[in-house]
């Protein structure tokens, strides 16, 4: 594939964005033409060969960005290979085991016929926006449990996944 992908994303405070923005730089780091963006502020995906899309999870849903992206844009993500990836157990599960879509994901990846889907721990720290987020920590809840490594092996999977195509 010779095209450019799109990493997207919905998240409140951050932690969504930067597991985006290392999915984005390995598929740079293997060749790919790659552009990272906050999902609301997606206008077209009509110049991406693939998109790679995420949220954040609250409550058992997709960030809110994250799922108007791909609602607004269902059509056009229907017609190109996508992935979804979610972020947001505050403990280790995610690192211990495979952790499903929730069901508004499972639902669309079956609408658009998506590739792959991926839970990453979560990411809420001192600072965070929200009650809820402030709630957490006031309880001891918080922390950071994402782990990159895995981040990176799966955009490196992705990659691979991209590069033989079209090869």
Sequence with gaps: MTGTVLVT?????????????????????????????????????????????????????????????????????AERPLWLFSSGPLDASASERDIPPVPGVKKAMAELDAREHVTFGGCLEE????????????????????????????AAHVADELTHMNA
Aim: charged share 25%; no cysteine; proline share 1%.
């Design 9 to 77: 994303y919905g998240t409140t405070n951050g932690s969504t964005a930067q597991i985006a923005e290392t999915i984005a730089d390995v598929l740079r780091k293997e060749g790919l033409t790659v552009e990272a963006l906050p999902a609301q502020s997606v206008a077209s995906v009509a110049s991406y060969d693939a998109v790679v899309a995420g949220g954040g999870l609250y409550a058992g849903r997709w960030h809110k960005h994250a799922r108007r992206f791909l609602r607004r844009h269902r059509s056009a993500l």
């Design 127 to 154: 600072g965070a926006k929200g009650w809820v987020a402030r709630m957490i920590l006031r309880n001891g809840k918080g922390g950071d449990f994402r782990d990159f490594t895995a981040i990176e092996t799966w």
